[in-house]
Structure formats: C-alpha cells, structure tokens
C-alpha cells in the first residue's frame, strides 16, 4: 500500500501517489476515521523552538492519566521530536494491510509520527509543499486510531501549507492552543498564527506562554529570564484566554531528553502545577467549540 513511506535522504515524496480515480474512496475513509474523534485539539506556534511539541505531549499524556482516549499526530515533516520526547526512538508503527497502526505510549495514549516511520531519527525528510501535505493526508486516512475523545496534533511551527492542511484535513470539532515565549520577537509570530486560525474559522482556546520564568534548580525560586507578560499582553489584545504560564525548568529539558514528559510523572513542582493549569483550562472550553 501507499503508506507514507521509509525515506532515504534523496527521497522527494511519498512512493506513490494516489491516482485522481481513488480520490473519493479515500476521502470516504478519511471522513470515516475522522469522525470517529471527539476533539481535534491543534498546538501552534508562530516559530519553533518555543515548547509546542514539549506542550502537545504533556496534554496529550495528561488527558490519558485522567483517563481520556488520546491520539498524538505529530505532523512536524522536518523534524518530528514526538518520539524523542516520549522515549519512542527507534521504534516503529506497524501497518495492517491498508492501514497504519499506532504506537501505545502508555495507557489510552496512541502515538503517530513521522518520525515512527523513518529508519533512522537523523532521517532526513526532503519534501516540497505539495508532497507534505500528501503525507499528512496519508497519515490521517491511514492511520487507525479507533475511537478517540481527543486527537493532540503537534502542527509544523508558523501558518505555512502543513498547519493548514492539517486543519483543514481533520475537520471538526477542533480548537488552537497557540504557544508563545514571553519575548516580543515570538509575540509578534504569535499574532499571525491568531490570524491564521480566525481566517481558518478555527476557535481558539487559548494561549500558552512557555518559558515563562525560570525555576531555579537550587532554590526552586521562579525568576524572568526571558522578560515578562508577552503571551498575557497578547492574550488581552486579542481577546483569548491564556491558558496558563509553564516556566522555564531544566527538569522539562532533561525530561523531554529521557522520553520522560513531566506529566507523566508525579509531582508538585511550579512546573506540575503549570501543566495542571492550562489542562484544567482547556478541559473548561466547551466541548462544542
Ligand atoms: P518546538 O516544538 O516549539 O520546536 P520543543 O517542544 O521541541 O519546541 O522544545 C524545544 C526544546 O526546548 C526541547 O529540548 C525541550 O525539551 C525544551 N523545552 C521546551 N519547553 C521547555 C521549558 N519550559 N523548560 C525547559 N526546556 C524546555
């Protein structure tokens, strides 16, 4: 089958591509597959670096620990860092005839990435627009997740042709978390992806400012490192809620390295408590919106 395939540097695309014939067979199933999840929830952020994937797992494992249905796509084509930060490296998903299956993570959290389908996490995934977005088409008519209560999508970071087809290939119901540093220079990537998902007709549930403070790791004392209130400020302007502010612990960073997400562990740190925060935030958004 057309799988998204094992790529070799040079690669410049899927394998195949599915002949216009197939089209509406495949967005049967896709549509199938699709409405078989209660809610998309997609993490976004102007630029990358600033925590999105960081964020989009510790949802994703917090939801399954309060005993929710949990699927994460990651759709990062350049660099998938999901299975790295769940401590998945070197495996790899499984087909079962026409269909992909996913990874178990832990307890009522399945896992698809690109990165589960290379050979190697130093893959290198060399692909233009249109042949991404052929891939994340792929992954989610492919992929069976079963019956799901949320799906956290990793999206590639800024407002570019991936988020938006993710968006737009999933369907409803969906909500943005939008992550931000406190920087201005993030802050101002940020407003174009608040842009991007009203242009989308895509409700925001919020934004999350990562970074934000710095927890000492001799005195657990939280100090600015990166400057104050962009993602508040931002929040207020726009006119979104802000989900909560995680602060800047070196614990996340060698958390993250280990395949050992904070929310998978127990704890009472500022950062659990972060976490916890914008959970609760976002488990209070509506579940029609
Ligand atoms: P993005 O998905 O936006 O590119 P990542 O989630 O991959 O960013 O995070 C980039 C790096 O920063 C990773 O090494 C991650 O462990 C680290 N990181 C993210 N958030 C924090 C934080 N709050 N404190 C410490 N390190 C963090």
Same mark, same amino acid.
């Given at each position: ?5 094992? =790529?070799? *540097?040079? /690669?410049?695309?899927? =394998?195949?591509? *599915? ?10 199933? +896709? #549509? ?15 630029? !990358? !670096?600033? $925590? ?10 917090? +939801?399954?620990?309060? !005993? ?17 930060? +769940? ?20 307890? $009522?959290?399945?896992?698809? #990435?690109?990165?589960?389908?290379? @050979? ?17 088409? =792929? ?9 799901? @209560?949320?799906?956290?999508?990793? /999206?590639?970071?800024?407002?570019? @042709?991936? *988020? ?24 101002? @990537? ?15 549930? !919020? ?8 927890? /000492?790791?001799?005195? $657990? ?41 904070? %929310? ?9 408590? %972060? ?13 029609? %919106?």
């Amino acid at each position: 089958m057309n799988h998204v395939p094992t =790529q070799s *540097p040079e /690669c410049s695309g899927p =394998q195949s591509q *599915p002949h216009a014939g197939a089209q509406p067979a495949e967005d049967l199933v +896709l #549509s199938e597959r699709m409405q078989r999840i209660g809610r998309r929830l997609f993490v976004l952020s102007g630029k !990358g !670096g600033v $925590g999105k994937s960081t964020v989009a797992v510790n949802l994703a494992v917090a +939801l399954a620990r309060r !005993g929710r249905r949990v699927g994460l796509l990651d759709v990062d084509v350049h660099g998938p860092s999901i299975p790295t930060l +769940l401590g998945l490296t070197g495996r790899r998903m499984l087909g079962r005839g026409e269909t992909l299956l996913p990874l178990e993570a832990m307890a $009522g959290l399945k896992v698809v #990435s690109l990165g589960l389908l290379t @050979d190697s996490p130093s893959d290198a995934v060399v692909w233009r627009g249109p042949r991404k977005n052929s891939a994340i088409r =792929q992954l989610l008519r492919d992929v069976d997740w079963g019956d799901l @209560d949320e799906l956290v999508v990793d /999206c590639p970071p800024g407002t570019g @042709d991936e *988020p938006l087809g993710v968006v737009q290939l999933s369907g409803r119901p969906g909500l943005a978390v939008v992550v931000t540093t406190p920087q201005e220079v993030a802050v101002a @990537d940020v407003r174009r992806c608040l842009t991007f998902c009203r242009l989308l007709d895509l409700p925001i549930a !919020g934004i999350v400012e990562n970074m934000s403070g710095m927890v /000492c790791p001799h005195c $657990g004392q939280t100090f600015a490192l990166f400057g104050e209130g962009g993602g508040e400020r931002l929040a207020r302007e726009a006119g979104v809620p802000l989900l909560g502010r995680i602060p800047l612990d070196p614990a996340i960073g060698k958390g993250g390295d280990a395949g050992l997400p904070s %929310a998978s562990q127990e704890g009472d740190s500022p950062t659990h408590t %972060a976490f916890k925060v914008v959970l609760d935030a976002l488990l209070s958004v509506p579940a029609s %919106a």
